[in-house]
Nanobody, 120 residues
Framework: QVQLVESGGGVVQPGGSLRLSCAAS????????MGWYRQAPGKQREFVAA???????NYADSVTGRFTISKDNSENEVYLQLNNLNSEDTAVYYC??????????????WGQGTQVTVSS
């Protein structure tokens, strides 16, 4: 049974940092593309970052240079490092698994989400 469990969200001041983790079970992250999406209040869920089975990465323009996606195949976890946060980054962040090797395949499993709030 595929499960994705996010952690690491919280309240942070503008300019601060957070590291989100996504613990995967029921499959190995070394074999699939993985990613992060987010949804702010009143907005549609949007792409944030993704990583291919081989480790190639892709980012939304709004987070490029501030966020970093990575994975640890031995721990079967995916991470999202969030730096230089601003109020527009406030959202629920979701980890997801792609059905294939990269973000070009369909999104087939989602985590429950973790809240990130940027506030002074």
């Amino acid at each position: 049974q595929v499960q994705l469990v996010e952690s690491g969200g919280g309240v942070v001041q503008p300019g601060g940092s957070l590291r989100l983790s996504c613990a995967a079970s029921g499959f190995t992250v070394s074999s699939y593309g993985m990613g992060w999406y987010r949804q702010a209040p009143g907005k549609q869920r949007e792409f944030v970052a993704a990583i291919t089975q081989s480790g190639r990465t892709n980012y939304a323009d709004s987070v490029t240079g501030r966020f970093t996606i990575s994975k640890d195949n031995s721990e079967n976890e995916v991470y999202l490092q969030l730096n230089n946060l601003n109020s527009e980054d406030t959202a629920v962040y979701y980890c997801l698994k792609f059905s294939g090797l990269s973000w070009t395949s369909s999104r087939d499993y989602w985590g429950q989400g973790t809240q990130v709030t940027v506030s002074s």
